[in-house]
Nanobody, 129 residues
Framework: QVHLVESGGGLVQPGGSLRLSCAASGFTLDYYAISWFRQAPGKEREGVSAINFSDDRTYYADSVKGRFTISRDNYKNTVYLHMNNLKPEDTAVYVC??????????????????????WGQGTQVTVSS
């Protein structure tokens, strides 16, 4: 059974940092992609970043380029989102997703939610002074 579990959210001041984790189980990440999306109250879900395990390519939304970094730990079947220089507009629920088993990222792109079939429950990130 496929499970994605996020952790690492919390309250941080503007300019601060957080590291989110997405632990995957029930399948092997070797051939698939993991992405991070976020949704703030009253806003549409936004693709933030993604990583392809097959070729290690990474993808970022313009709004987070230069501030967020996505990485992976194959042994732990875990993906991390390192978030630096956080801004109040980064406040949202962050959710990870995988394109297992259908590789729909090839058709839809890595930052579109229609590419993903399995989703975690999310972790809240609040950036406020």
């Amino acid at each position: 059974q496929v499970h994605l579990v996020e952790s690492g959210g919390g309250l941080v001041q503007p300019g601060g940092s957080l590291r989110l984790s997405c632990a995957a189980s029930g399948f092997t990440l070797d051939y698939y992609a993991i992405s991070w999306f976020r949704q703030a109250p009253g806003k549409e879900r936004e693709g933030v970043s993604a990583i392809n395990f097959s070729d290690d390519r990474t993808y970022y939304a313009d709004s987070v380029k230069g501030r967020f970094t996505i990485s992976r730990d194959n042994y732990k079947n875990t993906v991390y989102l390192h978030m630096n220089n956080l801004k109040p507009e980064d406040t949202a629920v962050y959710v990870c997703a995988t394109d297992y088993p259908n590789h729909k990222t090839a058709a839809f792109g890595h930052l579109r939610d229609m590419a993903y079939d399995y989703w975690g429950q999310g972790t809240q990130v609040t950036v406020s002074s």
